[in-house]
């Protein structure tokens, strides 16, 4: 069940013995979904600097702008909107603006989904280590120790057939 249908029932509940609890409940989930409505956030992509996250596409343009500037030497940029929604930075020429080529900057917008689970407090896992869970350390899964029982039991199978029944229990003893 989730989270919105907990409270949905509850609200639905507590309000119970109103005259229209119905209409009371609908408003107060119209504007608890209003609240939870994660706004669009705007990439910042330079070839020669990380990734950037920004509220506005302006703020954006920005962060590629200034990096623009320490590999501008003289030259001068501009922002073209393609692929329907991302922008990509190009150079010009200084005389009359046409395009010399991309500086490798690019904006492009993003959402977020509400179901989207939310990572911000939990610790981030360490170089070398897991995301995923794992089984504990010395222990191997039932299929994977018949099967070491199998191989064993060939082994000894073969370790007989060489030396003998009778030699095969003291290397038994000794590995």
Request: hydrophobic residues 35%; proline residues 6%; charged residues 30%.
């Amino acid at each position: 069940m989730s989270a919105r249908r907990v409270i949905e029932h509850a609200l639905r509940v507590y309000y119970a013995d109103s005259r229209n609890p119905q209409s009371l409940v609908d408003g107060l989930l119209a504007s608890y979904d209003a609240e939870r409505v994660i706004p669009p956030l705007w990439v910042a992509d330079y070839d020669s600097a990380p990734l950037t996250l920004h509220l506005t596409r302006e703020a954006a343009r920005a962060a590629c702008d200034d990096v623009a500037k320490v590999d501008a030497h003289g030259k001068c940029w501009d922002w073209r909107t393609e692929d329907g929604d991302t922008d990509r930075q190009f150079w010009t020429h200084e005389d009359d603006d046409r395009s010399t080529g991309y500086t490798g900057g690019a904006v492009w917008q993003i959402t977020v989904e509400g179901g989207e689970k939310d990572t911000r407090g939990e610790p981030s896992p360490q170089e070398g280590e897991s995301t995923h869970p794992a089984p504990r350390p010395g222990v191997l899964p039932v299929d994977s120790f018949a099967r070491a029982r199998k191989r064993s039991a060939v082994a000894a199978f073969f370790r007989c057939a060489r030396y003998g029944h009778g030699e095969a229990p003291s290397m038994r003893d000794s590995a």
